[in-house]
């Protein structure tokens, strides 16, 4: 005889499409990538999988490990990764996840690439290498002899990994190494040397303190040339197959992001290659950091989008007091609540993608409204997503505590995309920057707002309430984080009211723009459509 039987519990949300969502397909067609859509679909359903998300459970289960010798004592600095994150990073590299996007003429390359990035998540980890790949190719540019000989290779679809000179590789992977003890995010504070040789290449002496994904095939680091700070390209692997002695000397113990290595290294007379000229390695490097920006936001909101889908997939089967949750009027309150916040991140950050996508075809007004709107949504949105995480956390109660539910690593990595490439504080002084040294960029900016002018009166009162804002020069740096949120809430809700659902609109504007919300997620006001932004958040199983 059994003691019980197993009821009411919820079925695993496996075999769905995570590009089923309404938001994203919208944005694909609307920012010109609508010939993507086949593309995106087919890795939805791949990433809903059941191979797929037991690839990333398997890949944070076994996380990476350092091996700085051989057996016989040899120095080798390399990092041993389950095989499960090489098969997502051979799928992520496969589909054009990486910086495939830079040698695809078609128009909306960058705004597919994003919606692939959003919708392959089985393990957020592997995303860092592909990302930074993305990111490097503008800063490559500054030089061209260097980006001519290695641009094809970090564009082309080949996962080809182990520690060999690169330009005898199918495929590269390129990673970043920037900060240092003393400073952080203040890399100007950077104590690395880099000395010049003969043949028009450097020494390197110093060390980082963060270097994200050390197994990459090549390096884009800041150190101080005789000109200044200097922007280097340093690959792992030298030309004649010997190993470039960048040492890494012991892994991070992060709170979440684990399949993913990050380093400490130290530059022992490490070869290097310079990018732009001496003494413009801020500016130089700072292509790169952008594109992170947007990947920060992509993944932000898609973590949002994983988390509102499966609190409404186990609502919508789990019963409590008589009824299914997701029945239950303050159960929906909470779920639309969520789907709310979700939908207004992944518009914004297609209206990103898209932006980026046109200023890389030379577009200097989507330029310029991508140089403060980027700063802008990593502010927002990555800072709004640990609350997200932990709210959809919640709606599975102690389930969603338990590690076989997936929602606590959700929750671990909600915090990453708002310290990755610089904090808040970082990104809301940017915006401050961009306001006070280009008027372009603020023309910019208003233009998209004036867009929706007229659409919602609650929207209008908002605006009119930033502008007064930015016309206020009285302590403007203390009142940066409010100022940079007022600036996110109108351009969601402009975007919205111009773009997404009408219920979804409807509901952002009373909720986040006329203050009719409390501070906690589940505090809509009566009147808001709750069918129609709960039908858009739940996925579709076969």
Not at 406 to 425: A, D, H, K, V
Request: net charge neutral; glycine share 8%; proline share 6%.
């Amino acid at each position: 005889m059994t003691t019980h039987e197993v009821s009411n519990q919820v079925p695993p949300l496996i075999d769905h499409d995570t590009a089923d969502d309404p938001a994203l397909l919208e944005g694909l067609a609307r920012e010109g990538a609508g010939w993507a859509v086949g593309e995106v679909r087919d890795l939805g359903r791949l990433a809903g999988s059941q191979p797929a998300i037991e690839h990333g459970r398997l890949a944070n289960e076994y996380p990476p490990v350092l091996r700085t010798h051989d057996r016989y004592g040899h120095r080798i600095d390399e990092v041993e990764f389950h095989p499960s994150w090489h098969e997502l990073m051979r799928t992520a590299v496969e589909h054009g996840l990486h910086a495939a996007p830079w040698a695809d003429e078609r128009v909306g390359a960058h705004v597919a690439r994003a919606a692939k990035f959003y919708t392959w998540r089985p393990d957020a980890g592997h995303g860092c290498p592909i990302s930074m790949t993305y990111a490097a190719v503008p800063a490559l540019r500054h030089a061209p002899d260097l980006a001519a000989d290695h641009e094809p290779l970090l564009t082309t679809r080949a996962y080809d990994f182990g520690l060999r000179p690169p330009l005898t590789k199918r495929g590269l992977l390129a990673g970043m190494s920037m900060t240092e003890k003393q400073g952080g995010s203040d890399v100007r504070a950077n104590a690395t040397t880099a000395r010049p040789q003969p043949d028009g290449s450097y020494r390197l002496v110093g060390h980082k303190w963060f270097t994200s994904a050390p197994m990459c095939d090549l390096f884009l680091t800041l150190a101080q040339a005789p000109g200044g700070l200097t922007c280097f390209l340093v690959p792992r692997v030298l030309p004649d197959g010997t190993r470039n002695p960048m040492r890494l000397m012991r892994l991070k113990d992060k709170l979440g992001n684990r399949s993913n290595a990050s380093a400490e290294v130290e530059y022992e007379q490490a070869a290097a290659w310079r990018i732009g000229d001496e003494g413009r390695g801020v500016r130089t490097i700072i292509d790169m950091v952008n594109l992170t920006r947007l990947d920060c936001v992509i993944g932000a909101a898609a973590g949002m989008r994983q988390g509102v889908i499966t609190a409404v997939h186990h609502a919508t089967h789990r019963r409590a007091f008589g009824r299914a949750l997701i029945d239950q009027p303050l159960m929906r309150n909470v779920l639309a609540d969520l789907a709310i916040e979700s939908e207004a991140a992944t518009i914004l950050m297609m209206r990103l993608a898209g932006a980026t996508d046109r200023a890389a075809r030379g577009d200097a007004t989507e330029a310029a409204f991508k140089r403060i709107a980027l700063a802008i949504g990593k502010y927002w949105v990555c800072k709004r997503w640990p609350g997200h995480a932990a709210e959809a956390l919640e709606c599975l109660g102690g389930n969603g505590y338990v590690e076989e539910s997936g929602m606590p690593r959700l929750f671990r990595e909600s915090p990453l995309n708002s310290i990755w490439e610089g904090s808040g504080n970082v990104a809301a002084l940017d915006v401050l920057r961009a306001l006070a040294g280009q008027p372009e960029v603020l023309a910019a900016f208003r233009a998209e707002l004036d867009a929706a002018a007229g659409a919602d009166p609650r929207l209008d009162a908002a605006v009119r309430q930033v502008q007064a804002a930015l016309a206020d020069p009285a302590d403007r740096e203390v009142r940066a984080r409010r100022l940079v949120e007022q600036l996110a809430l109108v351009l969601q809700g402009a975007l919205l009211v111009r773009h997404g659902h009408p219920a979804v609109a409807d509901a952002f504007c009373a909720s986040r723009l006329a203050a009719d919300h409390g501070h906690a997620y589940g505090t809509l006001p009566p009147g808001v459509d709750f069918p129609t932004l709960l039908a858009r958040a739940t996925p579709k199983l076969p």
